[in-house]
C-alpha cells in the first residue's frame, strides 16, 4: 500500500499533532478560498479540479506538478529581473 503525504496523511490521523492537523486545516481552508476566486474569475475546469483536489484525493506532490504542467502550458514566458 502507498504511503500517504501531505494533507490527507494529516487528515487521516497519520501525523497526528494538534499542531499537524491545525496546518492541515489551515491549507484546506486556503485551498478552499484559492478554489472560490478562481471560479469567480472563470479559471478552466481543469485547473479548477486540481485546486479543489488538494488535500483530499491529490496529495502536495501531485497539485504541484499539476500546477507546474498547467502553467507550462498556458502562462507565457516571461523573463525574469536578475
Known amino acids: 500500500m502507498a504511503a500517504m503525504h501531505g494533507i490527507g496523511a494529516i487528515q487521516s490521523g497519520m501525523a497526528g499533532s494538534k499542531s499537524d492537523?491545525?496546518?492541515a486545516d489551515l491549507?484546506?481552508?486556503?485551498a478552499h478560498e484559492l478554489y472560490r476566486a478562481l471560479k469567480a474569475l472563470?479559471?478552466?475546469?481543469?485547473?479548477?479540479?486540481t485546486v479543489g483536489s488538494y488535500g483530499d484525493t491529490l496529495d502536495d506532490d501531485d497539485v504541484l506538478?499539476?500546477?507546474?504542467?498547467?502553467?507550462a502550458k498556458v502562462v507565457p514566458v516571461t523573463r525574469t529581473r536578475q
Open 21 to 23: 492537523r491545525a496546518m
Open 27 to 30: 491549507k484546506a481552508q486556503i
Open 42 to 49: 472563470g479559471a478552466d475546469g481543469e485547473l479548477l479540479s
Open 65 to 71: 506538478a499539476l500546477l507546474r504542467g498547467w502553467n
